[in-house]
Each structure stands twice: as structure tokens, then as C-alpha cells.
């Protein structure tokens, strides 16, 4: 009899498939993608399949029940994550999912709580460090409201500013490095501070001098690449040791260079060339576009479609479009430590751009997009 008791329990305490009754849902809502070439982290497959995600989530699951979407044979992808922009208004963020951005990294937004209310269903999903830290007399200081808490004249005054930053919800430290500082000393100190606590740190860098000093202090991403003089070998080396990953924004380094009608060569031997030599010497690449609207900067790269310009200006520089997808998606979130995307994976966020051809066979078919899912949520571009 006990037997009997014990089978009527243990049936009665799960559900149909064998879990507790608390990891029940019974409001799921299924939608399966048929008929696409999925993504695999390193190529599309020849033969066509299906991806099932259930409430925002990829789902190891049968598409029985589900709302069925032909893919039509198009290739799907993860959703894009810009790894450098500047998001001053949350309608910013409607421009980059209509181009398959997924996932924005702002870099330099302030108040934190003005990023903050742009988070909502469906729409990109955006992380930020708030203020960047510089010293007083650089171009942002000078940017009227600019934080007075963001100078960092000093160690002590950089180790504050990193408490101070955490304190109000940033996801990781920018400092912004100029000639006029901070120093090494005070660099050194805010890296320090931040991966204490647990927070990595981007510095603003387009200068030789400037990824020198990145590289010295151990800063986990240098952006932008230097305008005066490539990345050399020895630079390379550098990088490389200290596990350090570049985001060039070269649509922004062409743009200051068109706009401020420089010499080409500073574009095209210095920024392009940065790029061609850390990507031969394993440098890790990511993609972002440096995408604002402000009127005190000298170049504004327009949101979302620069992503793709980006894309393009990596692959003239020599990135293979395979890794230039990899810097847009799985590696991105690797070395952002977003482990809930950048990959078609079971358990990780439905964050998908379906595209109707192939952006390895050219990368200018990251712009075919035909359907955007940000976290399950469908938005059609062509509406």
C-alpha cells in the first residue's frame, strides 16, 4: 500500500513532465521560427531548422502549440549588442532595434536614471557607466552640466569617483583619457578600485600615448583606435597579454577625420591600420559605432544604421565577416559578461534578427533584416 500512497504523492506533487508543481507556468506563450539557417556560433548550416523560445527565452522545446513564423529560408542570428553609443534619448533605442540592435552599451549618459526609464518590454535593452571620469578642461568637462563628480585629479579622487558610480547602478567604469589627464598613477587606481568591486572599465582612446597608457593600467577596453599613429606590435603585444579587447568605432574615426577635413592617411593608415594589425596579432574585436546626438562632439554617427557601416569599415580593414558577427554578437557578450545572449543557445534571452541572405558570403546582408525579436518580443522593421 505504501507503494501506492507514495506514487499517488509524488504524482500529485509534480506536473506532467516530472517537476515540482511551482516551476509549473500555464500562462506561456510559444513561438516557433521555421525554416531558417540558424546561426551557430560560427557559421549558417546548409540545411535548414527550427528555434523555439517561450516568454522572451530559447527554449529546448518542440514547436507543438506554438505561434509558427516561416523564416522563409533567411538566416537568423543573434541580436546585435553595440558596444559603444551614447544614448541621450530613449528614442534612440527604437532606431537601433529597427537595424537589429538588441542590446546597447551607452557609454557616458548621465544621470544613470535617465537610462534607466528607457528600459521597457520589446525595446533594446541598455547598459551604462553614467559619467565618464575625466579632469577639468577636457572637451566632455567642458560640456555644460557636465558632473563636477567625474574629475579625477588624482588617485584618491578616482578611487571616489568609482564608489561613487557603483553607488548609483553603473554596469561598469568609462574614463575619458585626454593629454591633460588623469595620469597613469590615477588610472591605475581606478582600474584597481573597479575590479575590486567587481566592474570592468572602458577608456575613451585616440591617441597612441592614450592606449599606452590603457594598456599599462590594465583597462579591459580601450575604444576607439589612435588618429596620430597604428597600433604597432609592440602595442599588440601589450593587448594581448593583458587580455584586453579594442572597440574601434571606426565610423566614428572616418567621421572625425571627414568632418575636421584631416589628412585621409590619418583614417586609413592610422585608425584602419590599428585595426588590420591587432586583428592579425588575435586582438579581440568588437563593434561598436560611438552613435550620439550630441553637438559637442565633432562627429555624430547616426543610430543603428552605423552599426552596419560599422560592420562593413571592420571588413575593409581585414576582419573576416564571420568575426566581424562574432564582435557583434557572441563575443561581445562574452567579454561584456552578458551570458544571457549574443548566442542561439536554450536558456539564453530570444534576442534574434532574421535576415533574408547571407552576411558571410557579404557583410552588407546584415542590413536584409526582415524580423527583430528583442527578448521574444516581435518588432517588424517594415512597419
Given at each position: 500500500m505504501w507503494t501506492v500512497a507514495l506514487a499517488l504523492a509524488i504524482l500529485g506533487s509534480t506536473a506532467?513532465?516530472?517537476?515540482?508543481?511551482?516551476?509549473?507556468?500555464?500562462?506561456?506563450?510559444?513561438?516557433?521560427?521555421?525554416?531558417?539557417?540558424?546561426?551557430?556560433?560560427?557559421?549558417?548550416?546548409?540545411?535548414?531548422?527550427?528555434?523555439?523560445?517561450?516568454?522572451?527565452?530559447?527554449?529546448?522545446?518542440?514547436?507543438?502549440?506554438?505561434?509558427?513564423?516561416?523564416?522563409?529560408?533567411?538566416?537568423?542570428?543573434?541580436?546585435?549588442?553595440?558596444?559603444?553609443c551614447h544614448i541621450t534619448s530613449c528614442?534612440?533605442?527604437?532606431?537601433?532595434?529597427?537595424?537589429?540592435?538588441?542590446?546597447?552599451?551607452?557609454?557616458?549618459?548621465?544621470?544613470?536614471?535617465?537610462?534607466?526609464?528607457?528600459?521597457?518590454?520589446?525595446?533594446t535593452d541598455v547598459?551604462?557607466?553614467?559619467?565618464?571620469?575625466?579632469?577639468?578642461?577636457?572637451?566632455?568637462?567642458?560640456?555644460?552640466?557636465?558632473?563636477?563628480?567625474?574629475?579625477?585629479?588624482n588617485p584618491a579622487a578616482g578611487r571616489q569617483f568609482v564608489s561613487t558610480r557603483i553607488s548609483q547602478g553603473a554596469d561598469y567604469i568609462k574614463v575619458f583619457l585626454d593629454p591633460l589627464g588623469p595620469d597613469e598613477e590615477t588610472l591605475a587606481a581606478i582600474v584597481q578600485a573597479a575590479h575590486a568591486a567587481g566592474k570592468q572599465v572602458i577608456t575613451h582612446a585616440t591617441t597612441y600615448d592614450d592606449y599606452s597608457k590603457a594598456e599599462a593600467a590594465g583597462a579591459?577596453?580601450?575604444?576607439?583606435?589612435?588618429?596620430?599613429?597604428?597600433?604597432?606590435?609592440?602595442?599588440?603585444?601589450?593587448?594581448?597579454?593583458?587580455k584586453q579587447t579594442v572597440v574601434p568605432t571606426l565610423i566614428m574615426m572616418q567621421s572625425i577625420v571627414n568632418n575636421t577635413h584631416a589628412p585621409y592617411e590619418a583614417y586609413l593608415y592610422?585608425?584602419?591600420?590599428?585595426?588590420?594589425?591587432?586583428?592579425?596579432?588575435?586582438?579581440?574585436?568588437?563593434?561598436?559605432?560611438?552613435?550620439?546626438?550630441?553637438?559637442?562632439?565633432?562627429?555624430?554617427?547616426?543610430?543603428?544604421?552605423?552599426?552596419?557601416?560599422e560592420l562593413q569599415l571592420l571588413v575593409q580593414a581585414g576582419v573576416s565577416p564571420v568575426d566581424a558577427i562574432k564582435g557583434a554578437t557572441s563575443t561581445a557578450a562574452s567579454k561584456f559578461k552578458l551570458y544571457d545572449r549574443g548566442s542561439i543557445l536554450p536558456g539564453l534571452r530570444a534576442d534574434l534578427v532574421l535576415l533574408s541572405a547571407d552576411p558571410t558570403v557579404n557583410i552588407q546582408n546584415s542590413l536584409s533584416i526582415q524580423r527583430v525579436w528583442v527578448n521574444g518580443v516581435e518588432f517588424d522593421p517594415s512597419t
Open positions: 506532467a513532465c516530472g517537476v515540482p508543481r511551482e516551476f509549473e507556468r500555464r500562462d506561456l506563450v510559444k513561438t516557433a521560427i521555421t525554416n531558417v539557417h540558424v546561426w551557430d556560433g560560427g557559421k549558417f548550416p546548409s540545411t535548414k531548422s527550427t528555434v523555439v523560445f517561450i516568454n522572451g527565452r530559447l527554449a529546448n522545446a518542440l514547436p507543438i502549440g506554438a505561434t509558427v513564423i516561416d523564416g522563409k529560408g533567411g538566416y537568423l542570428l543573434p541580436g546585435f549588442i553595440d558596444s559603444h528614442s534612440y533605442l527604437d532606431a537601433m532595434r529597427q537595424y537589429g540592435v538588441t542590446t546597447a552599451l551607452d557609454m557616458g549618459t548621465y544621470p544613470i536614471s535617465s537610462i534607466n526609464a528607457c528600459k521597457a518590454s520589446g525595446v547598459r551604462t557607466p553614467g559619467a565618464a571620469g575625466t579632469v577639468n578642461g577636457t572637451l566632455i568637462s567642458q560640456i555644460p552640466g557636465f558632473p563636477t563628480d567625474s574629475f579625477i585629479p579591459d577596453f580601450p575604444c576607439h583606435v589612435p588618429l596620430d599613429k597604428a597600433i604597432d606590435s609592440a602595442s599588440v603585444s601589450n593587448l594581448v597579454s593583458g592610422n585608425a584602419q591600420g590599428s585595426v588590420t594589425n591587432m586583428y592579425k596579432g588575435k586582438v579581440p574585436i568588437l563593434v561598436g559605432t560611438d552613435a550620439n546626438a550630441n553637438p559637442y562632439v565633432p562627429a555624430n554617427p547616426p543610430f543603428g544604421i552605423s552599426f552596419h557601416q
